[in-house]
């Protein structure tokens, strides 16, 4: 066990999962900047022993070496990561693949947000130059386009992109604010944070990057999660809008979505009995039962098409690090406990 007090600077960490990376992460931790204050290395079960080639092989004071007894996947190895962090003092944590496919030059760039205070979580986006695109493998390219779409609807953050992207960074102030024990422990861990991040009025900006694709190995294959993606999206997005949109608040998208689910709902059933019994009877259906029909239907898509564009406008825009930063580093200045091994 180990015991820290946070101090008030702005300290950065960095976290590296470490599965099946010992042939990178070694390079990666070599260039990791004068930024970071220390360096959170986690051990998630490897097969390869990364943990302590690690241990053995490098001498960067700043180093700590976690390790999961069991694997936990790597949203389960980044939240022992996190933990770690914070519980020595960490301000602002970076999250970087051990694999290579991340520039450990770019932290600064990532930071830089937080640092200003205009963002209290950033992630890369690998999207944002056209080109980058022509190395990137055509299915990632359409994966990633398709879960960005159904991120956005289940984290209520219709600014970003690139869900999937790994390279982030957060400040502590937000990070407290997570149940770091619910959050999805496999590869859906990055989308499934955006929406406590939502849930916690955290602000989230993307910053565009390079993508590095050489000899590494991804364990992550669009194909293969995506549909499993896809489930956990839509439960997300149901969650988030009762405790946005009833439990938390009652507001106008909240009376749009009711009202519009329950015109579209009415005209579409209406309308789908009324020509069945049509086909049945070979009658045509009157004017006035097509007008009963299509009218709910139209005036539903409308309330529908309503309550999305409040919900765009709510992406929130002040950081809680103006809000709760004061406040927040009082309540956690007591020194805490957290495992390490």
């Not at 329950?262 to 579409?268: A, D, E, I, S, V």
């Amino acid at each position: 066990m180990e015991q820290t007090r946070v101090t008030g600077a702005q300290t950065i960490a960095v976290v590296l999962p470490c599965y099946k990376s010992k042939q990178h992460v070694l390079d990666v931790i070599a260039r990791i900047g004068p930024e970071a204050a220390f360096i959170v290395a986690v051990d998630d079960a490897c097969p390869m022993g990364t943990g302590a080639h690690i241990e053995q092989n490098c001498r960067d004071p700043r180093l700590v070496v976690v390790r999961n007894e069991t694997n936990l996947g790597v949203g389960g190895a980044v939240m022992h990561g996190y933990q770690v962090a914070l519980a020595k003092g960490a301000d602002i944590v970076v999250k970087i693949d051990s694999d290579g496919q991340m520039d450990p030059t770019f932290l600064p760039t990532i930071v830089r947000p937080i640092l200003e205070g205009i963002a209290d979580y950033t992630k890369g986006n690998r999207f944002f130059n056209i080109e980058d695109l022509h190395a990137m493998p055509a299915v990632r390219v359409l994966g990633n386009a398709g879960l960005s779409f159904f991120t956005k609807l289940s984290s209520g953050y219709w600014n970003i992109f690139d869900p999937t992207n790994g390279y982030t960074a957060v400040h502590r102030v937000a990070l407290e604010l997570l149940p770091l024990g619910k959050i999805d422990r496999r590869f859906f861990f990055e989308s499934d944070m955006l929406f406590r991040l939502n849930l916690a009025g955290a602000v989230v900006v993307d910053i565009p990057m390079r993508a590095i694709y050489a000899d590494e190995t991804s364990n992550l294959k669009v194909s293969r999660i995506f549909f499993a993606f896809l489930g956990k999206n839509l439960r997300n997005f149901a969650k988030r809008i009762f405790y946005r949109y009833f439990l938390r608040d009652l507001n106008l998208g909240s009376l749009e979505l009711v009202v519009g689910t329950l015109l579209l709902g009415f005209g579409t059933i209406f309308g789908a009995t009324q020509w069945i019994a049509a086909v049945a009877t070979e009658q045509a259906a009157s004017a006035g039962t097509v007008m009963l029909s299509g009218l709910p239907v139209l005036a539903g898509i409308q309330f529908l098409i309503g309550f999305f564009s409040f919900d765009l406008t709510s992406v929130p825009r002040i950081p809680l690090i103006r809000l709760l930063g004061t406040e927040r580093k009082a309540e956690v200045s007591a020194p805490r406990q957290v495992a390490t091994g």
